[in-house]
């Protein structure tokens, strides 16, 4: 079975769809305790052999170390995942803010990694503010250090999770590093979109019900600790129950805060999801209905930490910890399982032909020595 690592890893989710994609979690570092606990809960107590989990800075730790701990003598890591925090590059950004942000640095202490493990392969994943020109030198450094370490990179590619049947509009960049030494003249980056390009799809959402978030607001597990919402004011529930069900916006419910006179922006903040379209970006901040649409369709109360799960296509299964807070900042951090699972095995071939390579020439060194 190929092996990957998984650094940053959060509640799990690209470590879960590498297991779909049949890959074998070796190892995933996380600093979050909440975070770690979703992932042992959920990633660890299924399979016979389950993966290291490091609760810690990933500063500051030894690679050296932590690869003896891992890895055997003559055993392969096929491919190393990890999405650095993104913040500093967030699009929510004004002005420079986030230039500086010491967080940024982290995409360069995961080439300490890929130095020591030796992927067959690495995958990437942040936010599009990473492409912004003020970020520019954050993004070249990251490339050289991937080509000093061995590495073809592909450009950075950005996709929306929508058009590969995610119900939900997300943009993420993608950047995929494969050993130099490798023939990639067959390799197609990124694979094709499964639910057709945006431009088209932009005319027809009403008439794409398989990229609809409608299977989100079905009835949860019974005892799901998850099937919960935030608490809101009397206030804000009379707010929610003036807008019109099935996208209602802000102005709808006649709610109207200083800020709001002062700057009309952000005009989702309050707003009801449309469950006949596919639904917003789910951020840290899903469950909050003042950070974004995030309102029931009908109800009045935001979306719960299950709704937001569906739509980062993880299974009902799936049970985060830590409380409302924790558990929504964890969905909004996650890949989509369903995105995530379509990435890998489009790798997967290109994984498994070095394994496969590699084994010939093992046995053909093996010969001459004999």
């Not at 995958?123 to 000093?148: C, I, S, T």
């Not at 073809?152 to 058009?163: E, T």
């Not at 002062?262 to 789910?282: A, F, N, Q, S, W």
């Amino acid at each position: 079975m190929l092996n990957c690592i998984d650094l940053f890893a959060g509640a799990g989710g690209f470590s879960l769809a590498a297991g779909l994609a049949g890959l074998r979690v070796r190892l995933a570092i996380e600093n979050n305790p909440h975070a770690v606990s979703t992932f042992r809960r959920n990633i660890c107590s299924g399979p016979a052999h389950p993966p290291l989990v490091i609760n810690e800075d990933i500063r500051n730790l030894s690679p050296n170390e932590i690869y003896k701990q891992v890895f055997s003598d003559g055993e392969v890591c096929d491919l190393l995942l990890g999405g650095p925090p993104c913040q500093g590059f967030s699009t929510h950004r004004i002005n420079n803010a986030g230039v500086d942000d010491e967080r940024n640095n982290l995409i360069h202490i995961y080439f300490d990694f890929v130095r020591k493990f030796e992927p067959t392969a690495f995958l990437m994943e942040n936010v599009p503010g990473m492409l912004w020109p003020r970020h520019q030198d954050y993004v070249k450094r990251f490339f050289a250090e991937g080509e000093e370490a061995g590495y073809s990179l592909f450009d950075p590619v950005v996709l929306d999770a929508r058009d590969f049947g995610i119900p939900q509009r997300r943009k993420r960049v993608f950047i995929l590093g494969v050993k130099s030494e490798l023939d990639v003249s067959d390799v197609i980056w990124p694979p094709a979109p499964t639910h057709g390009d945006t431009a088209a799809r932009l005319k027809n959402d009403r008439l794409a019900p398989w990229i609809s978030c409608m299977s989100a607001f079905g009835p949860a597990p019974l005892d799901d600790i998850n099937d919960v919402h935030m608490k809101h004011s009397a206030e804000l529930i009379e707010a929610f129950e003036r807008t019109p069900a099935n996208g209602g916006s802000r102005k709808d419910s006649g709610r109207l805060l200083p800020c709001h006179a002062e700057h009309d922006g952000h005009k989702d903040v309050y707003g009801r999801i449309d469950p006949l379209l596919p639904g917003p970006t789910m951020t840290t901040a899903c469950i909050n209905p003042s950070k974004g649409r995030f309102v029931h369709p009908t109800k009045p109360h935001g979306i719960t930490v299950r709704q937001a799960a569906r739509m980062q296509t993880f299974p009902d299964t799936f049970v985060f910890d830590g409380g409302l807070m924790a558990a929504g900042q964890q969905v909004g951090n996650a890949v989509p399982i369903v995105l995530g699972s379509i990435l890998l095995k489009h790798v997967t071939p290109l994984l498994e032909r070095n394994r496969k390579s590699r084994l010939i020439d093992g046995q053909l060194r093996a010969r001459e020595i004999i």
